[in-house]
């Protein structure tokens, strides 16, 4: 019977990282997999994660099942971190996922169940593996123009054109910040239309949120989600705690399903609830119950508040350096653009045979949309990278 599967395309992201592991030569670069990494290269745990798993251990009884939503608190935390005080709890329907892209899988699927002919509006271009999902599940994409590759901003009328296409029964699938992979994103008044946009087409909106605090701030990066949950009758919200505090490993992601009328809470809460139990019953606890203690302890959140503030602004700092050195490099504004990104991600804009150029003559590793991360730099990389894209004609 397996004789009848087909070979599938490798994930381009994860085939990067193999290939880089596996090239011998020293000095490499890996500009590629989405991880967060210091300035020696390492992925730290945090100093707050590390405590609460200290404390996890000495104080946890039982690893006895919980709910099939997982830990109520737990989401009750997670809510409160992405929408503030946006939406009333009562309106909010959520489950603990294995991580963000368990909750984008969840998220397509309580879709599909509503609507099985609804059509995705996904920005191109987006998170290759929102693509690979949504066929893998037979859903029906339309992307719509995001990212201007002259100005390597987004190209907010052409989104906005495309936008109006949606209808009542689709799905508009955004990122909340950060985007990914291009680094470019909308300011508040941009965010302000496409709700309004919204209300006018009816279609819902879905928000990825997976890098909160790695753009403008904790808050900064929640707003256009906050916009978004608070002015339209429905919205589904993927969050995933992966990189914002860094257990990537551990699974750990929130689905959540607001609903202005607080009646249809039940119903969201139990579909979400089933969803759960048929793909994989209870979801993972660890990383969840991290997140928890972090979040609910003032201390520990504290703590955990300032390093990931540390980390933002180190990729803050390589951003503007990179720029620089570009601008030093290639003596013209070019590049501009990258002080302006925000999040882990900057899209380039060059041609595959670059990126295979910078991988093959300069051991730099980039994803083949140009896309590199941020956080793969530290001061001693950053004028080799900036040299190296000058040299093969970015
Ligand atoms: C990325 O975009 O590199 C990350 O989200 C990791 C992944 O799973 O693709």
Redesign the pocket.
């Known amino acids: 019977m397996f004789e009848t599967l087909k070979e599938q395309p490798a994930?381009k992201?994860?085939a990067l990282m193999q290939t880089f592991r596996e090239d011998p030569r020293e000095g490499k670069i890996d500009l590629?997999?989405?991880?967060y990494k210091d300035a020696s290269g390492n992925t730290p745990i945090m100093r707050a994660v590390k405590a609460a798993e200290k404390q996890l251990w000495e104080t946890e009884t039982t690893k006895a099942y919980t709910g099939l939503a997982g830990d109520p608190a737990f989401a009750d935390a997670m809510i409160a971190l992405v929408l503030g005080d946006a939406v009333p709890r009562a309106n909010v329907a959520a489950v603990a996922t294995p991580g963000?892209?368990g909750a984008v899988r969840q998220g397509f699927d309580m879709v599909r169940m509503a609507n099985p002919s609804a059509k995705i509006f996904v920005s191109n271009p987006t998170?290759?593996?929102h693509l690979s999902i949504l066929k893998h599940m037979g859903m029906t994409m339309v992307p719509y123009r995001y990212f201007d590759e002259d100005s390597r901003g987004v190209d907010f009328d052409g989104m906005m054109a495309d936008l109006a296409q949606a209808g009542p029964g689709d799905i508009v699938l955004v990122h909340g910040c950060c985007h990914?992979?291009t680094g470019a994103n909308l300011n508040m008044t941009e965010w302000q239309a496409v709700v309004d946009l919204l209300n006018k087409t009816g279609a819902t909106p879905m928000v990825d949120i997976?890098y909160q605090g790695f753009g403008d701030g904790l808050d900064e990066d929640a707003a256009a989600t906050r916009l978004i949950a608070s002015s339209v009758p429905e919205t589904i919200i993927a969050a995933s705690c992966?990189k914002n505090f860094g257990i990537y490993r551990e699974r750990t992601g929130l689905l959540m399903a607001v609903s202005q009328n607080s009646a249809a809470h039940k119903l969201n809460q139990g579909t979400l609830a089933y969803l759960n139990r048929q793909n994989y019953s209870f979801p993972p606890d660890h990383g969840a119950r991290l997140v928890t203690m972090v979040l609910t302890d003032d201390a520990l959140r504290m703590d955990w508040m300032a390093e990931l503030e540390e980390v933002r602004n180190s990729m803050l700092g390589l951003r503007d350096l990179l720029a620089s050195e570009l601008q030093r490099a290639s003596g013209s504004d070019r590049f501009g653009f990258i002080a302006q990104h925000r999040g882990m991600?900057s899209r380039l804009g060059a041609s595959t045979d670059k990126v295979d150029k910078l991988r093959e003559d300069h051991a730099i590793y980039l994803?083949g949309d140009s896309r590199l991360?941020i956080a793969g730099l530290n001061k001693e990389t950053v004028p080799i990278l900036a040299k190296a894209i000058v040299e093969v004609g970015i």
């Open positions: 994930d992201i994860l590629g997999v989405g991880v963000g892209t998170w290759p593996n990914n992979p997976a992966s991600f994803v991360n």
